[in-house]
């Protein structure tokens, strides 16, 4: 799921995930997670949020790869507010299985300031969020040209009702279990690389939740 702050990426890919039975992972909600238990993780992440920056893909891809090899995920995963970047978008193609397919959720900009308006996360301060726009759009733009490229995108008028905007999702997605959601033959991953001794000893003392 690709789109701004203020999207309803969230929303989408919790309504996603239950119509075609495979995980909403939230890469905000892993990196919220790591500021809430101020681990080593959590405070380059939280640094990173309070300058309005993206967080260093180093982190992300290796919180990502943790996720991608658990087995809830053999059969497919959808990802909100994932890939931000071309190398992103290039190592999720590399890393995630075949058949991916990125979905735009596109929000005006006005818009967007009005439903973060009211919302109390840190990252939802109006001086932070016309930044985080700002680097958002600058380094989004790479990733749907890429994604046209191979054409792997579709696009969905993100102004209109949660209902609406899910309604034209499924309509160009289909019914569910579609291709692009099938495990790959290699049982739903590519083998995973090395990760950061620093990530795969936290994520050892700190199993994941639910």
Known sequence: MIGPPGAGKGTQAEKLAAR?????????DMLRDQVERK???GLVVKAAVDKGEL???NILLD???IKIA???CNRGFIF???PRTLFQAQWLNSHGGRNLTAIEISVDHDEVLRRTAG????????????????VYH?????????????SQIIRVDGNKSVDEVFESIVNIIGDPDPGWLKETSKGGVAELGPISDAIAEYAAKNPRRG
């Open 138 to 150: 600058a380094q989004i733009a790479p990733v749907i040209d890429y994604y046209k490229g191979q």
């Open 55 to 57: 967080v260093p893909d």
């Open 80 to 82: 909100d507010g994932f």
């Open 39 to 41: 681990s080593p993780i």
């Open 63 to 65: 919180l990502v790869r």
């Open 20 to 28: 075609y039975a495979v995980p909403h992972v939230s890469t905000g």
């Open 70 to 72: 658990c087995a809830d």
């Open 119 to 134: 919302r109390q996360r840190i990252d939802d301060k109006t001086d932070t969020v016309e930044e985080r726009l700002k």
